[in-house]
């Protein structure tokens, strides 16, 4: 999961970890969403003014539920905001 606090809202994206090739990512501001936890904000969608305001950009990597422990590797290079 990706999450950036933009404005005082947390918003987060959910890149599938599915495959082993690389991969080039592409997550448009628009497509991201706020946090589910955060219902006072649900139909908010981040404005230039949020952007502007940008606090944090979190990286997790969640176990998905009913899947046991596996192993692997998450690479991350070259990340970018634009």
């Known amino acids: 999961m990706l999450q950036l606090n933009a404005g005082g809202v947390s918003y987060e994206a959910y890149p599938s970890l599915a495959g ?3 991969v080039q990512l592409t997550i448009p501001f628009s ?3 706020p946090a589910p936890w955060d ?3 649900a139909d908010r969608r981040i404005t230039p003014e949020d952007l502007r305001n940008l ?3 979190n990286i997790f990597v969640n176990q998905a539920d009913g899947v046991g422990v596996t ?3 998450v690479l991350l290079d070259d ?3 634009s």
Do not use: K, V
Request: hydrophobic content about 35%; aromatic content about 12%; glycine content about 6%.
């Open 71 to 73: 192993r692997g590797s």
């Open 20 to 22: 082993t090739a690389p």
């Open 39 to 41: 219902t006072a904000n």
């Open 55 to 57: 606090s944090q950009f």
């Open 79 to 81: 990340l970018r905001a």
């Open 31 to 33: 497509q991201w969403r």
